[in-house]
């Protein structure tokens, strides 16, 4: 190819003569180019496989893992931690702002292997599932007993009560002698230590005198300061104490 002259542009030529010489310069690269792709075995109609690119479409790729069912009653943490009215009492909303995002109530993948129904306690993630169908839990942040005061093995849930009433054992009574006012029972109410629901766990048939249970303390949660019950947010517990049969296998790990 003969090389072309007079590639600078003149100072003072019109804008025309500027536009031709552009032209040629852009016509000249995109052969340039050509030759190159030529050289190194390319041809001028490139197919997906000689550039090894990825045509897989992204239809056709499976999801890391199933998608996460849809519950009405697992929303928004405005929605689910808001202000609500139950039994007769005016249940305070939660600044769940102040709890951390992984101890408020949500659908899981389940990782426990245990049947659906089962509700297992994770002590050390501070952590509660409920094992649901099709490989799912619904997960709840607890607070748990502190060191001396932790019980965990397999047990069953006996029964569940509404606003229970509290009575402190003699034990605790001994250690804080100003709960000897509740000796014979605390009505349920808002500031009741068990909160809006209890579970009882049973052990052989025996009471093993650990609850899951409601608290007005939502600040305990994820923190490991009861005398050995599982604590949730009193609208958790609601929640929760609205999925089980009152007959459910627990397990505490």
Same mark, same amino acid.
């Given at each position: 190819?003969?090389?072309?002259?007079?590639?600078?542009?003149?100072?003072?030529? *019109?804008?025309?003569?500027?536009?031709?010489?552009?032209?040629?310069?852009?016509?000249?690269?995109?052969?340039?180019?050509?030759?190159?792709?030529?050289?190194?075995?390319?041809?001028?109609?490139? *197919?997906?496989?000689?550039?090894?690119?990825?045509?897989?479409?992204?239809?056709?790729?499976?999801? %890391?893992?199933?998608?996460?069912?849809?519950?009405?009653?697992?929303?928004?943490?405005?929605?689910?931690?808001?202000?609500?009215?139950?039994?007769?009492?005016?249940?305070?909303?939660?600044?769940?702002?102040?709890?951390?995002? !992984?101890?408020?109530?949500?659908?899981?993948?389940?990782?426990?292997? !245990?049947?659906?129904?089962? %509700?297992?306690?994770?002590?050390?993630?501070?952590?509660?599932?409920?094992?649901?169908?099709?490989? !799912?839990?619904?997960?709840?942040?607890?607070? %748990?007993?502190?060191?001396?005061?932790?019980?965990?093995?397999?047990?069953?849930?006996?029964?569940?009560?509404?606003?229970?009433?509290?009575?402190?054992?003699?034990?605790?009574?001994?250690?804080?002698?100003?709960?000897?006012?509740?000796?014979?029972?605390?009505?349920?109410?808002?500031?009741?230590?068990?909160?809006?629901?209890?579970?009882?766990?049973?052990?052989?048939?025996?009471?093993?005198?650990?609850?899951?249970?409601?608290?007005? !303390?939502?600040?305990?949660?994820?923190?490991?300061?009861?005398?050995?019950?599982?604590?949730? %947010?009193?609208?958790?517990?609601?929640?929760?104490?609205?999925?089980?049969?009152?007959?459910?296998?627990?397990?505490?790990?």
């Amino acid at each position: 190819m003969r090389k072309p002259q007079n590639l600078t542009p003149p100072v003072n030529g *019109d804008a025309s003569e500027t536009e031709n010489l552009l032209s040629r310069r852009a016509v000249l690269s995109g052969a340039g180019a050509i030759t190159l792709l030529g050289m190194a075995g390319c041809s001028q109609t490139l *197919d997906l496989p000689q550039l090894q690119l990825d045509d897989t479409t992204t239809g056709s790729v499976r999801p %890391i893992r199933p998608a996460i069912s849809v519950d009405k009653n697992i929303t928004g943490p405005d929605v689910m931690y808001a202000s609500l009215t139950d039994g007769g009492f005016e249940v305070p909303a939660v600044p769940y702002q102040k709890v951390k995002a !992984e101890f408020r109530r949500q659908i899981v993948v389940d990782q426990t292997g !245990e049947a659906p129904g089962t %509700i297992v306690v994770h002590l050390q993630e501070r952590m509660l599932y409920l094992v649901q169908p099709g490989g !799912e839990a619904i997960r709840y942040g607890v607070g %748990i007993g502190k060191d001396g005061f932790r019980w965990s093995g397999r047990a069953n849930i006996q029964y569940g009560k509404e606003w229970p009433v509290w009575t402190p054992p003699p034990e605790m009574i001994a250690r804080k002698p100003e709960l000897v006012k509740w000796q014979g029972g605390q009505p349920g109410g808002l500031t009741n230590p068990l909160g809006a629901r209890a579970l009882y766990i049973y052990q052989d048939g025996k009471d093993t005198g650990y609850r899951i249970h409601g608290s007005p !303390e939502w600040w305990s949660i994820g923190q490991a300061m009861s005398s050995g019950c599982v604590r949730l %947010i009193n609208q958790d517990i609601i929640d929760l104490y609205s999925r089980v049969s009152k007959k459910n296998p627990v397990v505490v790990v």
